[in-house]
């Protein structure tokens, strides 16, 4: 959980997410964002932060998130208790974005307590404190998950879901992916061109020979190997092949497709 | 004698003849693994299969040693149709083996870039064009390749004019791709080109199954042994001549011919040398008739008689079925049967089975999943420190720990499964001397339900087969909220095996039954023994994609679908409609009844 506001965040829009992010900020609706793994949901919430001047509290969810991790929690310091707002709270309360991702990780038991914040209400019940806080008028919640089919029996209550305003992010379109590769690695466009096309060739085999396929991310650790000084091949085959199999034939299988470019 | 010397003679000629590197020499089979993959990452169609070619005659200018030892009539290329890829089987053309792989490795790029041939000689080129251009690693392999075979191609000295001009154009078609535009004419075909995909070979008069009058299947069993792997050429014969064979006599004349005939076969018949003779045919005729040539009485053996069968419930349920070559759903086109035996007698378990039921009802029955933390407890493993915390922050506190610990519990299983088992008559052929598929299935579904019935799980069991579109025999033989006893063993021990498998609707009716129920998981198991085929179109690619999309549809719908399969060939298919995590295939068949529970245990997450 940290927060953080840096400056010149670098995101390469893919459609109208940016324009339908600053209207639901401008009307204070709360975001859902839906997408693989590594496409850059995290990226993408981090330059919006920028571009609305606000902070930006991130919460990596996971199974054993309580509602005390998010709210707060009473603390033994050296002159008694003393209240310690979660990050969740110190968001509402200072008017920060807070970002909870891969939410469907965390039990369900937990996400509810987004309830009170994401409808019209805005405000948050602290139990243990008795006091109902109201939330910053630049206060805005923004979740994210990954609904592939391992996530199948995780998914969120519809009565979470119906609250938010949803946007369906996915890997960048081959000419994007290499104008972002080109300037997070550092890399020429040739090579740039080479490993967006190997990558979209290992998409294709999602669900029958992989199970999940190159994301954006792991495009440019193989870009930034490259950079570095490794040879084309080897970076390929530790960035793209070995993460994502580990059946022989299949990584013989990509070794074949590696080298049919490089 | 003459054979005997024959033989030496033929073996000498043809080695002299040869042009193959037997050293370098590549086998389809081998490399498959990796290449089926390989073309679907370049964009090859999902569905299709990789499969061996066989040859065909090229009316190509040989050399007087290749005509006198009567080889290179044939050669082996590559092309498609929707239903798979055909390569050849060996490759042996170059010195080097990496050469002889690259020339797969080409191929198969070839042809994901190349679905469909309008124009040979063009397609093929702008094919080779647009892969030279976007990867340049296949371009280098492919100048290596494209150098060593110009040398092997023939040359001046043995073709004439036209001939040449017309093996030169090819020459630089294949140096530079896209730079000709006409193939000149010349008599002959060209030396068969292995870089470029070839049309489909031509068929006959193609005569299709009559669908409306009813066939019967034949009861012979296929030959044990096949040729080879690589799929021949069929021409139906148009036979349906109906005149043909019977014989007719008075009957009074019948006791006149039985008596016994010695006919003296000057020719030992070899059955062993039959299957010599059809890898030398090109086209095997296939006759539509297909009873065998003595029997022309017709009996009815598709189904048994009314009062043998179990009872048909209800009607019957339309369901649709998904034909992919129109991408469209065909509505109402398949009659599914519930079918019950009902006049199964209520049986105890068998002896065979007691011991394996006790060991896996104790094991089920204290399943522990995702163990969850139980909080604010009084009595636990660990501190609950949250609830420590606030007891200590409370004014009124007291200096006990009280209710300030957790501890690990299992928690509440939600899920309910659906055992979907395949009755084909495949599961007619045996293993050993005492045991049949059906056996070991009947097995595996019982020890799978005394299992379930110790933990608190629910479970429905359901047999399928079917015979063409009109009938999808459905069997129930346990349903979720019956109980399990004695009434649903003694269906189980009831079970005999079917017809065909017609999976895609017997998954649809599944689905239909997995979503009344109310629980957070649903499994839906699938026990198979074949690919998805029935006596109609369903079969191949038609019967693959309809079973992908009725799995696609149970999916949509929060059915985890699973199969469990003994094909061995289970993985050419499989992966497709399941995906790579789900399916099993259990090489193994007798350890299916034990397996079966444990890979029930895995899937749902308990330990």
């Known amino acids: 959980m940290n927060k953080s506001m840096n400056a010149n965040i670098r995101y390469l829009p893919q459609a109208n997410e940016v324009d339908l992010f600053h209207h639901a900020a401008a009307v204070k609706l709360p975001v859902l964002l839906k997408g693989p793994t590594g496409c850059g949901k995290t990226r993408f919430v981090q330059y919006m932060a920028e571009q609305l001047n606000r902070p930006l509290i991130t919460i990596a969810c996971h199974d054993d998130l309580t509602a005390a991790d998010l709210v707060g929690r009473h603390l033994i310091g050296a002159d008694g208790t003393y209240w310690q707002d979660g990050p969740l709270t110190r968001a509402v309360r200072e008017g920060a974005i807070c970002y909870l991702d891969e939410v469907v990780e965390a039990r369900k038991d937990t996400t509810v307590v987004l309830h009170p914040l994401s409808d019209h209400r805005r405000e948050l019940p602290i139990d243990r404190t008795g006091e109902l806080l109201k ?39 081959p000419e994007r992916e290499v104008v972002i590769l080109c300037q997070e690695a550092g890399i020429d466009k040739q090579t740039a061109t080479q490993l967006v096309a190997l990558g979209n060739d290992l998409r294709r085999l999602k669900d029958q020979d992989l199970e999940e396929v190159a994301s954006t991310r792991l495009l440019i650790y193989c870009a930034l190997m490259i950079c570095s000084g490794i040879a084309v091949r080897d970076a390929c085959r530790a960035c793209l092949a070995e993460p994502l199999t580990d059946d022989s034939e299949t990584l013989a299988a990509i070794d074949r497709l590696i080298s049919s470019y490089f | 004698m003459e054979e005997f010397v024959g033989a030496i003679w033929h073996r000498m000629v043809t080695r002299q003849s040869a042009t193959d590197y037997a050293d370098a020499r590549v086998e389809l089979a081998d490399l498959l693994p990796q290449l089926a993959p390989f073309y679907r990452g370049l964009g090859g169609e999902p569905g299709k299969l990789l499969e061996a070619a066989e040859p065909r005659p090229f009316r190509a200018p040989r050399k007087l040693i290749q005509r006198i030892a009567g080889t290179h009539r044939r050669h082996t290329v590559g092309w498609q149709d929707e239903r798979s890829l055909r390569l050849p089987p060996a490759i042996a053309l170059f010195p080097e083996r990496d050469l002889n792989e690259s020339l797969y490795l080409w191929l198969v790029a070839m042809a994901a870039k190349l679905p469909t041939i309008r124009h040979w000689f063009r397609d093929n080129q702008s094919a080779c064009r647009a892969l030279l251009d976007a990867r340049p690693g296949l371009a280098r392999r492919y100048h290596e ?54 049309p489909e070979p031509m068929h006959g008069l193609s005569v299709t199954a009559c669908e409306i009058e009813d066939e019967h299947h034949d009861t012979q069993s296929a030959p044990p042994e096949t040729v080879d792997s690589a799929r021949r050429t069929a021409r139906r014969l148009d036979d349906s001549k109906e005149t043909d064979g019977f014989l007719i006599f008075q009957l009074e004349s019948l006791f006149s011919r039985v008596e016994q005939v010695e006919l003296d076969r000057c020719q030992e ?61 065909k509505p109402d086109y398949c009659l599914l049967q519930p079918m019950l035996t009902d006049d199964a007698e209520p049986a105890p378990l068998p002896e065979a089975l007691r011991p394996a039921a006790r060991s896996l009802r104790n094991r089920f029955g204290c399943l522990r999943p995702e163990r969850n933390w139980l909080r604010r407890q009084w009595q636990g493993d660990e501190l609950d420190l949250d609830a420590w915390l606030d007891r200590l922050t409370d004014e009124q506190h007291s200096n006990e720990p009280g209710a300030c610990y957790r501890q690990r519990r299992p928690n509440q299983r939600d899920l309910s499964c659906l055992l979907l088992a395949d009755l084909s008559m495949s599961t007619e052929c045996g293993i050993n001397e005492d045991q049949r598929v059906i056996d070991v299935i009947r097995d595996s579904v019982t020890l799978f339900a005394e299992a379930l019935s110790g933990s608190r799980d629910r479970f429905a069991l359901y047999g399928f087969s079917s015979i063409k579109h009109k009938q999808v025999r459905y069997h129930l033989l346990k349903n979720f909220n019956e109980p399990y006893g004695d009434a649903v063993r003694g269906r189980l021990q009831r079970i005999k095996p079917g017809f065909y498998t017609r999976m895609g609707a017997a998954i649809r009716q599944s689905t239909v039954i997995l979503e009344q129920e109310k629980t957070a998981q649903r499994l839906l198991l699938i026990i ?48 497709y409609l399941f995906g790579d995590k789900g399916y099993a295939l259990v090489s193994d068949i007798d350890r299916l009844p034990m397996l079966l529970p444990r890979l029930y245990l895995n899937l749902t997450g308990a330990c």
């Open chain 1, 135 to 173: 939330a910053h008028p630049d206060f805005m919640l923004v979740i994210s998950y990954n609904p592939g089919y391992q996530n199948l029996m995780k998914g969120l209550k519809p009565s979470t879901r119906q609250r938010f305003v949803g946007l369906s992010f996915d890997y960048p379109t």
């Open chain 2, 145 to 198: 390749m494209v150098e060593v075979a110009l040398v092997l191609r023939p040359g001046q000295d043995q073709l004439q004019d036209d001939a040449w001009t017309r093996e030169q154009t090819i020459r630089r078609a294949l140096l530079e791709p896209g730079s000709a535009e006409r193939l000149p004419r010349a008599p002959g075909d060209a030396w068969p080109v292995p870089f470029w995909l070839y």
């Open chain 2, 269 to 329: 018949e070899n059955l062993d040398d039959d299957l010599g003779a059809a890898e030398d045919l090109d086209i095997i005729t296939l006759s539509r008739q297909r009873r065998a040539g003595s029997a022309r009485v017709r009996f009815d053996l598709d189904l048994p008689a009314p009062h043998n069968d179990d009872l048909a419930l209800g009607e019957g349920i339309r369901l649709p079925e998904w034909d992919y070559r129109r991408q469209s759903l």
């Open chain 2, 528 to 575: 198979s023994d074949g690919k998805p085929n029935d006596i109609d179109h369903y079969e191949g690619r038609y019967g693959i994609e309809d079973t992908r999309h009725a799995i696609q549809q149970a999916r949509a719908k929060g059915v985890q679908p699973f199969c469990i399969t003994i094909d061995e060939e289970g993985s050419d298919y499989l992966p």
